[in-house]
Every structure is written in C-alpha cells, then in structure tokens.
C-alpha cells in the first residue's frame, strides 16, 4: 500500500493542462471491441484504471500498445467472450464489455463488476436495455455471472427510468450492432457519451440527437477502423479549481471545454472565487476565505457527483453553513467522516450534509475510501496547517495520472511513498 503526504498549508500557484478524460476512455476502449480492426486513441490518461481495462482486452485477446499518450487496440485475433471474475471486480466500467462483446459475438460472459464504493450501483437498467434488444441474460448466484445470449440484437424503443451513464452507453453498444432503428429516451446527457456518439459515428455507426436525452441509432452497419482524440477530464479540471479555491490559489487550467464545467464556475462565483473564462482555459484566484453555499448534486449539467467531496473539502473553511444534497449515489458522504478529523465540522443525514465552515484545518492521518474521495483528502490538506498523510492512495491513482507530480507543479510540498518506507517516488 502506498500513501501521500502533504505539508501544509501552501498556496498553490501555475498552470496545468488537463489529462484526457477517464469517463470518455475506459467506454470507447470496450466500444473497440465491435470493430474487427484497429482503433486508435489520443490523449490516453495514463491511469490505473486504463491500464486495468487494457489487460482485460488483453486477456480477450486483443493487442493494446500505449505508446505516451496514444492507444492503439487491435480486436481482428480476439478468442473469447467471457471475462475473468477478478479482472472484472476491479473496476467498474468493465460492465462496458457486456454490451460490447455481445454487440460482436452475440454472445458475452461477465461477472458483476467492481469500482468505488459509493452506493449500491446496480446493473438492473443495462440488463433491462440489453434484454430489450433481444439478448436473453441468465444471472446465476452466488458468483454474479451474467451469461448474455442473442440469435440477432434487433432495434427497440427504450425508456431509462433515470439518466444512468452506464447504462446508456452499454445499449448503445449493443444498438449500433442491432438490426433496425432503436431509441433511447431518458439518456443521460454527460458530455462523456456525447463523445462516445462521436467516436461510435467515426467508426461507421449513425447515432443522431447527440446532447439530447433522446438517442436515435441505425443498427447494424459496417463499422470500420478509426481514431479519435479524448476530450480533457472535466472532473480533473474541477480538482484543480477547487483545489485552487480551497487554499487561497491562483490557477489556469487549460485543455477542457469549460462549458462542461458550468455548474461548477456558477457555484464558485457565488462561493466569491475570481473567474475568467475561455472556450478551453479557466483560471481562479482566491484571495478570501470562501463563503457557505448551498448545491445539490444530479445528472448532467446540474452539479457533478463526482465533485461533490470537493465541494466538502473546500466548504468546511468555508464562512457559515453551507448545505450538500446528493441526488446521484445514497452512500458518497465517505469523506466526511475523514475530514472530521482534520477538525471539519460535518454533519451528514441521509443524503443531505451539513458542513458548518471552520477557520483552520489540521493536518491528520486519513484514508482514501474511493477515487474521489482520496483525491478531496489531498485537496483539503493543502489548506490544513502540518502535515497530513492520505492512505490508501492507490483508489487515486485509478482516475489521476499523478496528482502529486501535478499539485507539486503548483507549489505544493507533497510526495508520495510505499507504506514500507523504502521507496520514495517524486516526479
Ligand atoms: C458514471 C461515471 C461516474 C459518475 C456517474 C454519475 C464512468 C466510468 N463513471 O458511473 O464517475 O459518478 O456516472 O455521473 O463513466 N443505477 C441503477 N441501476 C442501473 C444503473 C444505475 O440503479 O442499472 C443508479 C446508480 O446506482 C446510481 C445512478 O443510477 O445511483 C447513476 O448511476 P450511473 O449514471 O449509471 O453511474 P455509472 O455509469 O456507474
């Protein structure tokens, strides 16, 4: 296990460009498997989870060579349908492949799969969609194999109860490969499958209403090999401001389509950050302490969940009370129980937080529950005074090619180091 520690408080300071986005990726690298061929992607965030996602293809049979930040995956020699149980728990996007490989081979074995630990995240709306399509599942207990069959995936009209990403982007799947029209209604609106539509439409399929929650896909057409560049991670890009904003900084981060991250600047203006903005470049400066707001988290474009412990981390030294209600996942209040003991002042019931802003946070021994969470710790640690060591820290290397390398950019006094004290990583 490995952990980072940070000094504080400091001040961070500088520019940074945005890593490619994790949520656009990892679904386009299990799209790839529709193609028999070479699909290539551009600026790959080199993180764990990618890394994890390659050897699943791998393990199929695929060839993936990353070569800096390009991806090359080649599908024309895979030999198998079925995914290994403990490949599949490790991350949560290897659900991807049901559709995905079902969409080639008709056929397609998975096991339930893994990620962060945020709620109960089942897959009842990507089983329901595929079954609509003409695939029958058989689930068999206690292990969570899923075995997916179809004699022919054949368009249909379906309705998502809620916006789920996940679930969207596996019927797209198996709808670009369906015989006939489908449509989805209720879509999820994430620019992340806005992009998928993209990159599915360069590989030879039409999918038409992309932004739109109303998805319309001709199925079955030839599918051809393709490139396409990964927009920059939206949610990286909110780390970094909100980090900025949490520690009195002054940053610039470039390489990301702000409009994709309007919630955020509205909710940092009214918190009293600096803003200005271009087409791809935010910058923020925060000179006061921040004031109390209160945001509610949901689907696309109100305010992401997955910046929600950000939010936290940045509003307990906030001034007043500021309110957090999370609409998305009944269980993403993890990190409030870490940052009570870096002296926050948190109250959470059901899914509602109450954080009464205090003036000074201390530096503490936390853990890393989850991805974002993790990274919200080493957030809230830069405006603590001493030191603060952040466990576990692997759950942030999933989603942050390093975060130390990029807060140590900005001035930081952060490092990251093997619990066994022998091997110390700087850049
Ligand atoms: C994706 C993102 C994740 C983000 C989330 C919400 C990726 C790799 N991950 O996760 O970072 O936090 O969207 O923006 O893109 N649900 C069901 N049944 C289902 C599917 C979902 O009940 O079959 C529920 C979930 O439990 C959750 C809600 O729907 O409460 C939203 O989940 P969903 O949008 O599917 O999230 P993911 O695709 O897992």
Known sequence: ???IEIHGPCRIQGGLTVQGSKNAVLPMMAASVLNRGITVLENVPRIQDVFCMM????????????HGNRLEIDTS???GWRIEQKAMGKMRSSIMLLGALLGRFCEAGVYSPGG????KRPIDWHLRALRALGAEIRESEPDGFLHAQTTGLRGAEIIFPFPSVGAVENALFAAVAAVGRTVLRGCAREPEIGQLCHFLNGMGASIRGIGTDALIIEGGLPLHDSRFVIGGDRIVAGTYLLAAASCSGEVIVDGVQTQELRALTG?????GVSLYQEPELIYVHSGQRLRAVSVKTGPYPAFPTDLQPFLMAALSRADGTSMLRETVFENRFGTA????KM???IECSGNIARIDGVETLRGALVRARDLRGGAALTVAAL??????????????ERGYEDICRDLRALGAEIRRREDDGDREDTD
């Open 55 to 66: 050897g699943i293809l791998d393990s199929l049979g695929c060839r993936c060579a990353l």
């Open 337 to 340: 129980a870490e940052l009570q």
């Open 343 to 345: 002296g926050a002042n």
């Open 1 to 3: 296990m490995a952990f």
């Open 267 to 271: 909710v940092l203006e009214h918190m």
């Open 383 to 396: 405006g603590a005074d001493g030191w603060t060591r952040v466990s576990e820290c692997e759950h942030i």
């Open 116 to 119: 962060c630990m945020i709620g």
């Open 77 to 79: 020699k895979i030999n």
